[in-house]
């Protein structure tokens, strides 16, 4: 499915809206940096908000991978995923949304065979976009989530 840029537009800015009525609320909203990452001037790997964490999107990428499919991509993409929840205290099984950005429709059966290994049960609510390109050059899939913590 193809997700019109005004569309788009509209879930960012519903998803940021409820981050800065959260914020206004008073809410904590804590930066969840895993071991071995960092946070840049312009994004943090996850954050979360109450017993909620949202994860960046994160690519699957590897300068590493001489040969990427995208298969291989996605479920580096979810390892990373997996990462910002472990640090932030919670786990894949509790993923209750992503979005998946493809660059390629054509795609999108390899992508869901990886990604179905990460969500055996109970899949989290998803969409799936394909788009003209991803930030980093020749990347295949982006994938954001959030989750919820259990017992906060």
Same mark, same amino acid.
């Given at each position: 499915?193809? &997700?019109? =840029? ?9 998803s940021a809206s409820l981050a800065s $009525?959260?914020? /206004?609320?008073?809410?904590?909203? !804590?930066?969840?940096?895993? +071991?071995?990452?960092? /946070? $840049?001037?312009? &994004? !943090? ?5 109450? #017993?909620? =964490?949202?994860?960046?999107?994160? &690519?699957? #990428? ?15 993409? &979810? +390892?990373? *995923? ?7 205290? !919670? !786990?894949?099984? #509790? *993923?209750?949304?992503? *979005?998946? %950005? ?14 179905? $290994? %990460? ?7 998803? $969409? *799936?976009? =394909? ?9 295949k899939v982006e994938i954001e989530c959030?989750a919820a913590i259990p017992g906060k």
């Amino acid at each position: 499915m193809r &997700l019109s =840029v005004l569309a788009a537009a509209a879930l960012l800015v519903a998803s940021a809206s409820l981050a800065s $009525s959260a914020a /206004a609320q008073g809410v904590d909203r !804590t930066p969840v940096i895993p +071991e071995g990452q960092r /946070a $840049s001037p312009t &994004l !943090t790997p996850g954050i979360r908000v109450g #017993n909620i =964490v949202y994860a960046s999107g994160q &690519l699957g #990428n590897s300068r590493a991978d001489s040969a990427p499919t995208i298969q291989s991509e996605t479920r580096r993409a &979810l +390892e990373n *995923t997996k990462r910002v929840f472990e640090a932030a205290g !919670t !786990t894949m099984a #509790n *993923t209750i949304r992503c *979005t998946v %950005f493809l660059v390629d429709v054509a795609d999108f059966r390899g992508m869901n065979e990886a990604y179905a $290994s %990460f969500f055996p049960d109970s899949p989290p609510a998803r $969409s *799936t976009v =394909v788009v003209a390109a991803l930030v980093v050059p020749n990347a295949k899939v982006e994938i954001e989530c959030m989750a919820a913590i259990p017992g906060k």
